[in-house]
């Protein structure tokens, strides 16, 4: 799976379901989290994240929390069932 405008980022902690504080390039920046799931096993303080640029300038937040570091792998985080249903249709 790829993702355009990308970036990385460590993860800081989770405000709410929709919210989370991550450093990036030594500042703290508040993101948005796709999937508003506990996710305790995977957003632990210091874990790398994916964050992906937001697509309209007039959002909240810059970057949205799509993916985290998890034994060596990414995990993808990211919700969007209709999505799955229509790539993993066609990708078998």
Known sequence: ???ANTVR???????????AEVEREGEREL??????????EL??????VVL?????ADRKTKHSLIAVRKNG???NI???PSWWKKHCARDG
Do not use: D, I, Q
Not at 31 to 40: A, E, P, S, Y
Not at 43 to 48: D, I, K, R, S, T
Not at 52 to 56: H, T, Y
């Open 31 to 40: 993101v948005h989290v796709k999937n508003t799931g506990r996710l305790k």
């Open 9 to 19: 980022g460590t993860f800081v902690r989770r405000l709410n379901r929709f919210a």
């Open 52 to 56: 992906e640029k937001a697509s309209r």
């Open 78 to 80: 990211r919700r969007r």
């Open 1 to 3: 799976m790829e993702y």
């Open 73 to 75: 792998a990414f995990v």
């Open 43 to 48: 957003l632990l303080p210091g874990a790398e």
